[in-house]
């Protein structure tokens, strides 16, 4: 572990892999593989730490890091309450492919496919085979105890194409797709707010008659903020004359990724939307600065308020409905190739951070609109 200011972080995943070697399925105890899964049971129990890891996977290219996603994933399973036995890096004749087969205490059966990408076609037949093998081998009941898992790394919300082959061959009870982020998310349900695995079981799996379950814990979810989250507001916003700084998240859309949609909005159109329930939305005023942070990415781009939003839909803006609220911006930098990573390093220097454990969860921090203070949103624009 290093230290910054006072501090401890994780040692970053490219270095955990230089030192534990190239990653494949050579057999033995003491192989490269094992060591780092062994690595990741007895070391990284944090969800925050896991999500820096694989933030780091999907950055970076290469076998070694699409193999050390796959575990990732795996570990993120036995997080959220899932035996989990790790699945081969390729497949091989004679053994069944799966990347991960997770068993749940209920009964209950996950047989996780890893993707980084939707780039190249995917066909479900191949996950359908493997839960098929299982059920042959006796590893899994029947299928009626059993889901085929998709978790893919970057999803491309212009493909769809592995969504439409579910639909089309209807299995959409066999198999669903979760993005990593959204698994990532669950993990950190279970450890900042009252969720248990039969929770997250009610949220995978497809749902029955009784839709009581998820109702139900997304009343806990609301009645109960995580302990450790600061409000959105840390203070009252400052008198008129006066900067407020801000973060904001900005999510892919079917019809474009969060880059495109600040290329188009801030850095042509020299705009910007919120929603009806935006965070801040009311407190927004000209001469406040934003920064505008894309799921994991990082921080790509900021520029200065010139406006109070207006109930004035733009023709540009996807989703009009959702984000009626528009207003002009100004002095636009962006970076959409060369974000801020806000991983343990930068969290270690933020105020916000300041006195907490930077590998806890912290997808807190970038999940809504949220003032800052000056210090922070400098270091998070390169300003500093």
């Known amino acids: 572990m290093s230290t910054i200011t006072g501090k401890k972080t994780a040692i970053s995943l490219r270095k955990i892999l230089n030192l534990v070697g190239k990653l494949d ?24 730490q896991i999500r820096d890891y694989i933030e780091e996977c999907l950055r970076l290219s290469g076998d070694q890091y699409n193999r050390a996603l796959q575990d990732l994933v795996n570990h993120l399973g036995s997080l959220l309450g899932f035996e989990v036995q790790f699945g081969r890096y390729h497949g091989v004749k004679g053994e069944i492919g799966f990347d991960g087969h997770w068993k749940s205490p209920t009964g209950s059966r996950i047989v996780v496919e ?4 939707e780039a190249y076609a995917i066909k479900t037949s191949t996950l359908v085979g ?58 950190e ?20 008659p009784t839709v009581d379950p998820v109702v139900d814990l997304m009343a806990r979810v609301i009645a109960r903020p995580p302990p450790e989250e600061l409000p959105l507001e840390v203070e009252p916003p400052t008198e008129i004359g006066e900067a407020n700084y801000w973060l904001t998240p900005v999510r ?21 939307a919120f929603g009806e329930r935006t965070p801040g939305r009311k407190h927004l005023k000209p001469g406040d600065w934003l920064c505008f942070h894309a799921s994991g990415k990082g921080v790509i781009a900021h520029a200065k308020v010139m406006s109070r939003p207006e109930k004035k839909p733009h023709p540009k803006v996807q989703h009009k409905d959702k984000y009626p609220w528009t207003f002009r911006v100004g002095e636009a930098k962006l970076y959409l190739n060369d974000p801020v990573i806000i991983d343990a390093e930068v969290r270690a220097n ?13 997808g807190w921090f970038v999940q809504a609109t949220r003032r800052i203070d000056l210090k922070d949103f400098n270091i998070l624009t390169r300003r500093s």
Not at 191 to 206: F, M, S
Not at 258 to 270: F, M, N, R, S, Y
């Open 25 to 48: 399925d050579s057999p033995g105890i003491e192989t490269p593989r094992e060591r780092f899964r062994a690595f990741l049971k007895e070391n990284v129990q944090e969800v925050g």
């Open 189 to 208: 349900m279970i450890n900042e707010y009252e969720v248990d695995h039969e929770d997250i079981l009610a949220i995978l799996l497809p749902s029955g």
């Open 350 to 362: 933020l105020e916000v951070f300041r006195n907490r454990d930077l590998n806890k969860s912290w």
């Open 252 to 272: 892919s859309e079917p019809e474009a990724t969060a880059e495109q949609v600040i290329q188009t909005l801030v850095g042509q159109e020299q705009m910007y």
């Open 130 to 187: 493997y839960i098929d093998e299982l059920i042959s081998e006796k590893r899994i009941p029947a299928w009626d105890k059993a889901l085929g898992l998709y978790v893919v790394g970057r999803p491309d919300p212009k493909v769809n194409q592995l969504e439409n082959a579910i639909k089309a061959e209807k299995r959409i009870d066999q198999l669903r797709i979760i993005s990593v982020e959204s698994l990532l998310n669950l993990a």
């Open 114 to 117: 890893v993707k980084t990408t």
